[in-house]
């Protein structure tokens, strides 16, 4: 049985914390210099959490969130900054709503289609970074970067009326055409007025634990971990560090191609120019937030999508709804800060401890001499 860990606990847990503290009073820094009340915006968010629409909001963009930022953290595991969630996002949900227009098929089986290709189109896409890191050296960073811009490029030729898209009478927007009912993911009704929690909100729970499993619980899990940690060293014990790199790209494709699932197939059940954007963007904020641990991305999932929906209100109140876009950023910058500080302290502590360690055992070692 594995000794408790109180260190490692507290400085799992100081590092989030910390960050939220630092951003929080950075925001209220930042109101009171623009001559606003700094508590009544957080009063007045807080309220809205106790409206049932509103937390069913935050929820099903939670599970969004949680998907996008599982990608991520995949890829942070492998010590890969996979950058391109958002355009295998934005790719993935467009071709897989193509395809799922296009055809009818009994209920699961159409579903089910629609995540394959979902989850194929955004593996293919993360996989040509993979690839390209793999036998030329090229950093992710950078062709995930590209390969954003390219997706972006593909999408916009692909939803044109003169290729794929169709555009409804008497509206500006493309779509790929409306998903038949076989291809609609079932909710969770809340009640009249409340709307329904996404079906697929469950679906990213399971993935979570998965994740967990694989992760701590299977020889992958381990050689991915061992390879980020060390690829030279996870080389000398027999891992294929090349072949693991590819894997974990494609599998963070996977999931990033179904980070648009719970919105196609719970809600608009179509792609639009007005799909969400941004989304693997914001996962990378959840990742860090959360240190790629599947609980403590759910809590920053939550958190995140709690900023987003409840500033939505601000605006009537008279004060601008981008507070919450300002503590995301300053989130982000609070966390690579505040996580250096953290490692630091715990690597001196770690030091501090050994020293103590040590000197117990030379004490120990003096009294046997003593009494011999």
Do not use: C
């Not at 227009?101 to 996989?127: C, D």
């Not at 509206?171 to 909710?187: D, K, M, Q, R, V």
């Not at 963070?252 to 792609?271: F, I, N, Q, R, W």
């Amino acid at each position: 049985m594995r000794k408790f860990d109180k260190d490692r606990l507290i400085l799992g847990l100081a590092g989030p914390v910390v960050a939220l503290v630092v951003a929080i009073a950075l925001t209220t820094v930042v109101l009171l210099v623009s001559g606003t009340n700094p508590i009544e915006p957080y009063r007045i968010m807080f309220e809205q959490v106790s409206y049932t629409d509103v937390q069913v909001l935050i929820v099903n963009q939670a599970g969004i969130y949680y998907l996008a930022a599982l990608a991520v953290a995949i890829g942070f595991r492998m010590n890969l900054f996979n950058i391109g969630v958002d355009g295998q996002y934005r790719l993935a949900a467009m071709l897989s709503a193509l395809v799922g227009a296009s055809i009818e098929l009994p209920g699961p089986l159409h579903i089910l289609l629609i995540m394959l290709v979902a989850m194929l189109v955004g593996a293919f896409w993360a996989g040509i970074a993979g690839i390209l890191k793999t036998t030329r050296g090229v950093s992710e960073v950078v062709s995930t970067i590209m390969l954003n811009a390219i997706a972006t490029a593909l999408v916009a030729y692909l939803i044109l009326p003169k290729n794929f898209g169709v555009q409804p009478e008497g509206s500006n927007n493309l779509t790929t055409g409306e998903i038949a009912e076989s291809g609609w993911f079932p909710g969770l009704s809340m009640g009249e007025g409340a709307g329904e929690i996404y079906g697929f909100t469950f679906v990213a729970v399971a993935l979570g634990v998965l994740y967990w499993f694989v992760l701590n619980r299977t020889r992958f899990g381990f050689d991915l971990r061992a390879t980020g940690a060390s690829e030279s060293a996870a080389q000398a014990s027999g891992v294929d560090a090349k072949k693991m790199v590819l894997t974990s790209m494609l599998i963070s494709g996977a999931v990033a191609g179904l980070a648009g699932m719970p919105t196609l197939l719970g809600e608009t059940h179509t792609y639009s120019l007005d799909f969400p954007a941004g989304v693997g963007f914001t996962g990378i904020t959840i990742a860090l937030l959360g240190r790629n641990s599947p609980i403590g991305i759910a809590f920053s999932a939550l958190l995140i999508a709690f900023l987003d929906k409840s500033s939505a209100s601000l605006d009537q109140h008279g004060y601008e709804k981008e507070i919450a876009t300002i503590m995301q950023g300053l989130i982000v910058i609070s966390v690579v800060v505040s996580y250096e500080l953290v490692r630091r302290y715990g690597l001196r502590r770690q030091q501090q401890k050994v020293g103590e360690e040590l000197a117990a055992g030379g004490a120990i070692k003096t009294d046997k001499e003593v009494a011999a």
